[in-house]
T-cell receptor, first 112, second 111 residues
């Protein structure tokens, strides 16, 4: 069964800390992997997309890595800010046809 | 450019009724998929449409159906609503390998 797991489920850090969110997937034959952010009651905002042939992607203070052989991805957030507080979701797809499999998310709280 | 637009934003329906949700994808995106999000089950895939054809379907009962029009706009219908159908329904559109862009969702409450 194709599953995605995110650890930890919740994380609270003081402002300014660098942090790592983890995502693992059971079937390594992914098409691509995408990290999203969700604010309470809102839709999903795409942060980074990593194609299966890529090892990492960067956008501003965010860096996502992908290790297909071990079935893992990490999202690194540098110099965290209170505005980064949200739930972060990892999702994988196994073909071009529309189905994303999501993890349960990591709820991040950054304290001023 | 305009993002993915979902209407309405909020809905309250009574058990047994039916409901139709609408999604307008980003211009040029031909793939539209739908997801249900609940606190207990997280985000679950409902179905995906590409060029007016259903290309993938998740494990939901037949009460959940959808369609896509020639302009790529999509609708999702839920018949005979149950209390457990209360959820945030999210629509996403994509263009080839560019990943998925989600709308703000429709919050459905069944009473």
């Amino acid at each position: 069964k194709q599953e995605v797991t995110q650890i930890p489920a919740a994380l609270s850090v003081p402002e300014g800390e660098n942090l790592v969110l983890n995502c693992s997937f059971t079937d390594s034959a992914i098409y691509n992997l995408q990290w999203f952010r969700q604010d309470p009651g809102k839709g999903l905002t795409s942060l980074l997309l990593i194609q299966s042939s890529q090892r990492e992607q960067t956008s501003g203070r965010l860096n996502a890595s992908l290790d297909k052989s071990s079935g893992r991805s990490t999202l690194y957030i540098a110099a965290s800010q209170p505005g980064d507080s949200a739930t972060y979701l990892c999702a994988v797809s196994y073909n071009q046809g529309g189905k994303l499999i999501f993890g349960q998310g990591t709820e991040l709280s950054v304290k001023p | 450019k305009a993002g993915v637009t979902q209407t309405p934003r909020y809905l309250i329906k009574t058990r047994g009724q039916q409901v139709t949700l609408s999604c307008s994808p980003i211009s040029g995106h031909r793939s539209v998929s739908w997801y249900q999000q609940t606190p207990g089950q997280g985000l679950q895939f409902l179905f995906e449409y590409f060029s007016e054809t259903q290309r993938n379907k998740g494990n939901f009962p037949g009460r959940f159906s959808g369609r896509q029009f020639s302009n790529s706009r999509s609708e999702m219908n839920v018949s005979t609503l149950e209390l457990g159908d209360s959820a945030l329904y999210l629509c996403a559109s994509s263009f080839y390998r560019d990943g998925y862009t989600f709308g703000s969702g429709t919050r459905l409450t069944v009473v």
